[in-house]
């Protein structure tokens, strides 16, 4: 169990976050096309998981587009965001906003991800969605950065895990 801050107020977070070094925890979401997915699918790639409560939120929109932007651009690298949002939404999003660089997965069928990546809010108002999180994994899903960012309403140190990526 770990602890981040929603507004300055202690939210309780279960799970084991993924540590730098570690083989990345097995996972299934649903895509945009409402299709199951893991991380197979994009075997031999670099990923960047932005995960997300909601793209419904401002922190969580820049974020996606922040990494849109930046990372989804550099060799063998995609972008996953993760959030609660049903895949339908998360679409629109990426859609309204111009975002054809990343992959929207939605939690909805499949809860168990925020408990086995260590992002599962348990308290406080957000509890049922994720907590945010960057988790940065080499083309084998070697965990190379990992932020479980301390205060929800923060954007994530997009320096550090662009850099991770060389």
Request: hydrophobic content about 50%.
């Amino acid at each position: 169990m770990s602890t981040v801050t929603l507004a300055g107020n202690p939210i309780e977070v279960a799970g084991t976050f993924p540590a730098k070094g570690a083989a990345a925890p097995a996972l299934r979401l649903t895509g945009a096309d409402l299709q199951d997915v893991g991380l197979d699918a994009w075997a031999g790639k670099r990923k960047v998981l932005n995960i997300v409560p909601s793209l419904d939120t401002p922190i969580c929109a820049t974020s996606t587009r922040r990494f849109n932007a930046e990372a989804s651009g550099l060799a063998d690298t995609v972008v996953l965001v993760v959030s609660g949002d049903l895949p339908f939404a998360a679409k629109r999003f990426c859609e309204t906003e111009g975002l054809a660089d990343v992959h929207t997965l939605s939690t909805f069928r499949h809860p168990e991800f925020a408990r086995d990546w260590g992002v599962a809010v348990t308290t406080g108002p957000l509890a049922g969605l994720t907590a945010r999180a960057v988790v940065v994994l080499d083309a084998a899903d070697r965990v190379i950065h990992a932020q479980l960012v301390p205060e929800i309403k923060t954007e994530p140190d997009y320096a550090a895990a662009l850099a991770a990526l060389g």
